[in-house]
């Protein structure tokens, strides 16, 4: 199954073509590799990165869907990952920057 009709069925984006968009713009990775083409094959099986928001949600693919039905049974094809353990890009920016040269007496 291509990656953004895969997308578009779980619910991840609204519609094919804004899947599309992300994939282009290099958003998505599948098996920790950048994916930048939208006919790019998925399986049961693999691992897919995703930006969402202001997170990242990192899925494993379970099953491929056979249509775009209710969330309930988008949800049923993968499991996240790492859950409790995604880090939102809002708190990282919000974080203050450490001094890398904090405590060096040479100048």
């Known amino acids: 199954m291509r990656i953004d009709l ?12 804004l899947a599309q968009r992300m994939i282009a713009q290099g958003h998505v990775r599948r098996n920790r590799v950048r994916v930048t083409r939208a006919d790019q094959a998925i399986f049961a099986g693999d691992v897919l990165t995703l930006p969402l928001g202001a997170s990242v949600k990192v899925i494993e693919i379970l099953a491929l869907p056979i249509r775009r039905g209710p969330a309930a049974e988008a949800q049923s094809c993968y499991r996240e990952l790492d859950a409790g353990a995604s880090i939102a890009v809002a708190d990282i920016i919000r974080r203050p920057l450490v001094d890398q040269f904090e405590g060096n007496t040479h100048t």
């Open 6 to 17: 895969l997308l578009c069925r779980l619910r991840f984006f609204k519609s094919r073509s």
